[in-house]
């Protein structure tokens, strides 16, 4: 099974660090869940393995290949996609545009077409707004057309910031049921999520980093009994954390 390792790396910004000596691993056909309190260093981890920002230490590996310290479209080329929060479409670009630039490596057209294709008929919801500028688009229209975007490249893992940031409860939970169907589907999902109760339901591993250092690795059934982390990190109330 293709799997994404992360060990022992250190990373942050200029002079400060903020990742110390941080492990995960997560597998295709998996949502792996990172938790872990405001400023912590998710969205810091998850650049440092899409090749974003320059480790300071450590490795990531993708089933065995070395991916340490690859620029971002040599990490996108082995089949890693950055999600970052909110979607990052380009906003005046057309839906249609953005998913062109999400096959840009594609250079036969009949193939990138093709895969347009493809990609729409799983977003019919797109296909009707296809020639809408994005930027024009609800978030979560925005968030569908990121992850169709990232689709074309067909890539083993995504990884996804805060894919519900500034959306509705109802919206929420649809993208991250959609998140759980990527894997159902065999892609990897590295996911970072505020809203922890409704992450729990589709996580098949979590992750919990303080301080930019592990704190807490398992099954996301076995997280509720850690009183310490559910509260005083995540912020998870009595009789709140149950996943079922
Ligand atoms: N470009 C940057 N330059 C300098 N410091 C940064 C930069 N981006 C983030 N930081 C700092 O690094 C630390 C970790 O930030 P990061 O965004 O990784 O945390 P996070 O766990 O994702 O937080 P949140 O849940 O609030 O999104 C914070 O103290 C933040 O202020």
Known sequence: MTVLEVRDVSGGYGAVQILSDVSLSAAVGEVTCLFGPNGCGKSTLLKSIAGALP???????????????????????????????GGGVFPGLSVK???????????????LDARIEEVLD??????ERLSVAAGSLSGGEQMLVSIARALILQPRFLLFD????????????????????????????????????????????????????????????????DKELMHLYLGVHKDEGDPQ
């Open 162 to 225: 805060e894919p519900s940031a500034g959306l509705s409860p109802k919206l929420t939970t649809d993208v991250l049921a959609r998140t759980a169907a990527l894997a159902e589907r065999g892609i990897g999902v590295l996911m970072i999520e505020q809203n922890i109760k409704q992450a729990l339901r589709v996580a098949d591993k979590v992750y919990v980093l303080v301080g930019g250092r592990n704190r807490y690795e398992g099954r996301p059934g076995d997280i509720n009994s």
């Open 55 to 85: 480790l300071w230490g450590g490795t990531v590996t993708l089933d065995g290949t070395d991916l340490t310290g690859q620029p971002s479209h040599k990490v996108l080329s082995q089949g890693i996609a950055l999600m970052p929060q």
């Open 122 to 127: 799983e977003f019919p919801r797109l296909r």
């Open 97 to 111: 545009e953005n998913l062109r630039m999400g096959g840009y490596t594609i250079k036969v057209r009949r193939e």
